[in-house]
């Protein structure tokens, strides 16, 4: 008999999901912030048109390459230090299986008997998977610590899509002037439509609708630039 399989759960691990979304949107809404925290102490020092655009592209430029090294990088020795502790783990719980293999036997029947087994019945259980030293293993890894032998996030590939969406988000505040914008309305409204979006799309990991998710990525974004646009604007005016 064979059964299929109505559905697959998404990543929600330690994949690349996780440093992408949250990449995207620091990238999106630090540099929008940096962008607006500029503009706001340029306009109280009397910058305006070419000089103010060069202001804001080389603050923006800055933003994104220094964001995006800062966020790969933080994200790979993150990752890379957590598998590590993780692989440390996993390595003494070969070692006490090969040690004390009555023991560890005995600890996996118990945790059977807590999921509602029978002792017999998870002894029996813990004794065929006893047999098998890798299978033993993954199961101890998997019903003590709750992570996978096989299944370890790659510090690689968190760091590159961290780099990569932080740099794709903190494009898009800069793309206006970029492109010869002198004043802040494209960019404000490039900006408040991305933020919507990326909290609409992020609805779809999550269990909540995509205007209440986009709502509030644009309630947020908003205030991070207004606040950031007030203090560069009194810093630009006592400096």
Do not use: C
């Not at 070419?50 to 090294?69: C, H, P």
Request: hydrophobic share 50%.
């Amino acid at each position: 008999m064979s059964f299929d399989i109505g559905h697959e759960h998404r990543d929600v691990g330690g994949g690349w999901l996780r440093p992408a979304v949250f990449g995207a949107m620091d990238g999106l809404l630090s540099n929008s912030s940096l962008i607006a925290g500029i503009a706001g102490g340029s306009a109280a020092a009397g910058l305006q048109g070419a000089n103010l655009r060069t202001t804001l592209v080389l603050a923006g430029f800055a933003g994104l390459v220094g964001g995006a090294f800062s966020m790969g990088a933080g994200e790979y020795i993150s990752v890379a230090t957590q598998s590590e502790s993780i692989m440390s783990e996993i390595e003494a719980e070969r070692l006490e299986l090969i040690r004390n293999p009555e023991g560890e036997l005995k600890e996996l029947a118990h945790i059977y008997e807590a999921k509602g087994l029978s002792p017999e019945l998870a002894h029996e259980v813990a004794a065929i998977i006893s047999e098998d030293p890798q299978r033993a293993l993954a199961v101890h890894v998997q019903e003590e610590m709750g992570v996978s032998v096989e299944g370890l996030p790659s510090a690689w590939v968190a760091g590159i899509s961290s780099f990569i969406a932080f740099s794709l988000g903190a494009l898009v505040p800069l793309l206006p002037y970029l492109f010869g914008a002198t004043s802040q309305t494209p960019a404000i409204a490039l900006t408040a439509i991305s933020l919507f979006l990326a909290g609409a799309v992020v609805s779809r990991v999550t269990t909540k609708s995509w205007w209440f998710n986009g709502s509030r990525q644009l309630v947020v974004g908003a205030a991070a630039g207004g606040i950031t646009y007030i203090l560069g604007h009194l810093v630009g005016g006592v400096v």
